[in-house]
């Protein structure tokens, strides 16, 4: 038996601390405590206004045992319709250009220049929030649908040539190596050597953007720019809890039918 | 015939993989290129069809010079090199047709390869060689529904497919097991026989490398250490190659028992 095995033998073992230095270690712990001691002792509760809205909130939630899909039927039909059309147009816009864009923000498919300019496009579309350009091209556009159809399209770009450039960038080098090899052209190259690779994603990214674009064209209609959320803005101005209720629940049995039609898609296409 | 003059590769992390390789490979002669791993047996025949670039030197398949070759005449000269690959490298979401298929890429148009509407000649050719390779029951099946040995017979369809005159084969039997490693390296070297193709093997197992081909190239951190008859690699030769070792045991003769080509 050597010395340095001798030397070890009946000592405890410990996994090495994350941070190693215990002076860094325990003022990170310490100061972290004190931040949130001050945080939570800096929570200003009134809880005079919380009973007083305690009543309103009681109206609006028991508005989901009685909604009202009636009396407001044609404002709800025409918001829902407007929706969908927004949501559908925008997600097929925002994939049609997500795809070329993608292509380019791969670093292991294109050159540095275009590279650049496709990760730019990116980067602009993710840090302007959807509401922000919702109400600018409202400004622009004017209220309705429009608006919202291009800044869902915009959004769509974003998130998806994203999440799909991430994807070409981990895909298999080999298989797409073999496809060059037989001579193919850079078309046929990414028809054969990458999309089989990423479809899988690109069909699940889709899915979950028709998802979202639906929820969000909710919330844009607050600002004007079409769809339910107009509906829904002004059955709140007018306190038609029943009326909200009934849209709120259109819209969850939506967004679960989507839910469900993905898990369906992306179980057939693995 | 294949000549290389001078071929030499540094990547640009500084790693000098090639330097100076002069060789020529006369029509139909069968190559095993053996060397360690790290010695630039991939990055020779990566360099020969250009999936790396090399620093300087050319190489020339029946007098066309593939080094100064332009995209379209590269892609060109590329449908004359099957390429075969050690992780098999197939498609794996396509099917076994698709993936013997895109053999035929660098001769049809962009469009009828989109929807998939290749020649017949090309089907049937396909439908041939995965008939020679024993997997003609497994057309429609995806290739990762396939065995490994499987899967290489049909990189093996996919390169035939291409009507090369040379196969560039990296290291096809490293992912399998002994008995279906001699099954491949067998039906590769009848494959070239049948069709007067040359080819290189990379390949790290000697043994094997001596039982199938007429010549060994070897080499050792980018230089050719050896070049001759398989008989001719003695212990000396070996440790040259790959060191000091106790070499005996791996020239001993391994008696070639006869085994089913499935
Ligand atoms: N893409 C690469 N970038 C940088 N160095 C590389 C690359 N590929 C191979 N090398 C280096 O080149 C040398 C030869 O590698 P390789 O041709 O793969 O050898 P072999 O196939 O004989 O194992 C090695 O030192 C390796 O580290
Ligand atoms: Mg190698």
Redesign the pocket.
């Known amino acids: 038996m050597s010395v340095a095995l001798e030397a070890k033998l009946g000592q405890a073992w410990k996994k090495p601390h994350f941070i190693k230095n215990p002076a860094w270690r325990w003022a990170l712990i310490l100061g972290s405590i004190a931040y949130f001691a001050a945080a939570w002792s800096g929570i200003d509760i009134n809880f005079g206004r919380i009973a007083r809205g305690w009543e309103r909130g009681w109206q609006f939630i028991s508005a989901f045992g009685d909604p009202d899909f009636t009396s407001r039927w044609d404002d709800i039909y025409k918001g829902i319709y407007e929706s969908v059309v927004m949501t559908i147009a925008s997600t097929v816009v925002g994939i049609a250009i997500s795809i070329p864009i993608a292509l380019g923000a791969a670093r292991n498919i294109a050159p540095l220049p275009v590279y650049l300019v496709c990760r730019a496009v990116i980067a602009v579309s993710r840090a302007l929030n959807e509401i922000i350009v919702a109400i600018i091209l409202v400004a622009i556009l004017g209220f309705g649908p429009l608006a919202g159809f291009i800044t869902l399209s915009f959004a769509t770009i974003g998130f998806l040539a994203k999440l799909l450039a991430e994807d070409i960038e981990n895909m298999s080098k080999s298989q797409a190596e073999a496809i060059k090899s037989t001579g193919a052209s850079w078309t046929q190259w990414i028809n054969f050597g990458v999309q089989p690779q990423v479809m899988p994603r690109l069909i699940g990214l889709s899915m979950y953007r028709l998802d979202i674009n639906f929820r969000e064209s909710a919330v844009l209609g607050l600002v004007g720019a079409g769809g339910i959320g107009g509906t829904l803005n002004t059955a709140f101005s007018r306190y038609e809890f029943d009326t909200v209720a009934a849209i709120l629940l259109i819209i969850i049995v939506t967004v679960m039918f989507l839910e469900y039609l993905s898990g369906i898609i992306r179980a057939r296409i693995q | 015939m294949l000549q290389l003059n001078g071929l030499t590769k540094v990547?640009n992390?500084g790693?000098k993989?090639l330097s100076d390789v002069t060789l020529s490979i006369p029509d139909g002669q069968v190559v095993a290129l053996i060397?360690p791993?790290?010695?630039?047996?991939?990055?020779l025949i990566r360099c020969v069809n250009r999936l790396v670039e090399p620093t300087s030197g050319e190489a020339l398949l029946d007098d066309i010079n593939i080094t100064t070759l332009g995209s379209g005449g590269l892609r060109k000269a590329r449908r004359k090199m099957g390429m075969i690959f050690q992780e098999y490298a197939l498609v794996e979401r396509l099917t076994v047709m698709e993936n013997v298929l895109s053999g035929r890429l660098g001769y049809v148009g962009f469009w009828r390869s989109l929807f998939r509407k290749f020649p017949q000649k090309d089907v049937d050719e396909a439908y041939r060689l995965l008939d020679r390779v024993g997997l003609l029951a497994m057309v429609d099946k995806r290739a990762d529904e396939l065995s490994g040995g499987q899967r290489q017979r049909v990189g093996i369809a996919r390169a035939l497919i291409q009507n090369p005159s040379l196969l560039l084969v990296d290291e096809p039997t490293a992912s399998l097991d002994p008995k279906t490693s001699r099954q491949i390296m067998r039906l590769i070297v009848e494959l070239c026989e049948e069709r007067g193709l040359s080819a290189i093997i990379?390949i790290h197992d000697v043994a094997l490398a001596q039982m199938f081909v007429q010549r060994v190239i070897g080499l050792e951190t980018g230089k050719v250490v050896f070049d001759g008859a398989p008989t001719e690699l003695t212990p000396e030769v070996l440790t040259q190659i790959y060191g000091e070792e106790d070499w005996e045991a791996t020239i001993e003769k391994v008696d070639d028992d006869a085994e089913e080509a499935v």
Do not use: F, L, V
């Not at chain 2, 791993?37 to 990055?43: D, L, N, R, V, Y």
């Open positions: 990547y992390t790693d993989a060397g791993s790290g010695a630039g047996k991939s990055t990379n």
